[in-house]
């Protein structure tokens, strides 16, 4: 009888073991096909700003190969991608394509114990340089455009390329997430806290809030994102302050919840994080993903600084902007 029960038991511990080795393998799988890239390195060849020396980690119990260290920057955009029926709800209309909604360079510190986070205003007029277009054509270089237009005619190869060319800095990664990603991972988190100093009544962004702290869901952390006539003047400048406090807020969320222990959350944020993501082609696996977050295990939310691009109203166009010298380019250097 004892026999008998040993055997049983040790079926059921096998079963489990297959189902549960299964499950992993479905999710992990599942979460690889999520991540959309785009071969940035190879559109764009040689004709970049230097790419900073890699470290490797000091850390010695880190396993070989160890993590890299060294200083990097990586260009973050928000896109309002009309993509889906989800992303048309959500605010980004209808049709195809999509526009740069937020532009962010993350330059992170030897060491990976800090981090600077510097916005670009949309608004900012740019000389746009030509870019490769996957049919071997090119765009036509222009003087004074907007920023964001760059992702508009020529996508994430044209929006690096821009930012190369206007700080000089060489993005060593892209990621770039759409308005349902964002939400999906808003909410995965289970909320972010936020203080705001004003009332916020913002039809465009479909946001009312009184001044004070709410604790918001991923709809109404999106609509806070991309708020800009419910705040100040109305300008880049004044969404951008509230995009900042949102970028501590989900850090400290993050910080917060210890996901290695809960299994179930971890896939949930994960999941809608990569739902939404695209990457260049060196941050296209969970693999490389997971290796690039583990470099950041000592990267706190009291480390990162956030920033805007030095601008001043363009003489003439007093609705757009242009980089504040030398300011800017004194800011763009410290990245390098």
Not at 19 to 34: E, F, I, S, T, V
Not at 59 to 66: E, K, L
Not at 112 to 121: L, Q, Y
Not at 239 to 258: F, N, S, T, Y
Request: with cysteine; glycine share 12%; proline share 6%.
């Amino acid at each position: 009888m004892r026999g008998r029960v040993l055997k049983a038991t040790g079926l059921v511990l096998a079963g489990a073991l297959v189902l549960g080795a299964g499950a992993a393998g479905w999710a992990y799988w599942r979460l690889n096909d999520n991540i959309r890239s785009v071969d940035i390195n190879s559109a764009l060849g040689d004709d970049r700003p230097a790419k900073a020396p890699d470290t490797p980690s000091s850390d010695a119990s880190a396993p070989a190969p160890t993590l890299p260290a060294g200083p990097l920057n990586i260009l973050v955009l928000g896109s309002d991608s009309r993509g889906g029926a989800e992303n048309r709800e959500l605010g980004g209309g209808d049709g195809t394509g999509a526009r740069a909604d937020t532009a962010m360079v993350v330059h992170l510190d030897a060491g990976r114990t800090g981090a600077t986070v510097v916005s670009i205003p949309r608004d900012t007029l740019v000389d746009r340089p030509a870019c490769p277009l996957p049919d071997g054509g090119a765009t036509r270089p222009v003087r004074g455009a907007m920023f964001n237009s760059a992702y508009a005619v020529g996508g994430p190869v044209c929006a690096v390329k821009t930012v190369e060319s206007l700080t000089e800095v060489r993005m060593d990664h892209y990621v770039e997430i759409d308005f349902a990603g964002f939400r999906d991972l808003v909410d995965a988190l289970g909320g972010v806290t936020v203080t705001t100093d004003e009332d916020i009544d913002d039809e465009r962004s479909r946001l009312r809030l009184e001044a004070g702290t709410h604790h918001l869901d991923g709809t109404d952390a999106l609509a806070l994102a991309r708020t800009r006539y419910g705040v100040g003047d109305g300008s880049d400048l004044g969404r951008i302050g509230l995009q900042h406090r949102l970028v501590k807020a989900l850090l400290e969320r993050i910080a917060e919840q210890d996901l290695l222990t809960d299994p179930v959350k971890l896939y949930e944020a994960a999941d809608a994080l990569t739902g939404g993501l695209t990457t260049d082609t060196g941050l296209d696996s969970l693999s490389e993903l997971v290796g690039f977050g583990r470099s950041l295990k000592d990267l706190t939310p009291a480390g990162v600084r956030t920033l805007t691009l030095p601008v001043r109203p363009a003489p003439w166009d007093g609705n757009r902007v242009v980089p504040d010298e030398p300011e800017a380019g004194e800011l763009w250097a410290s990245l390098r």
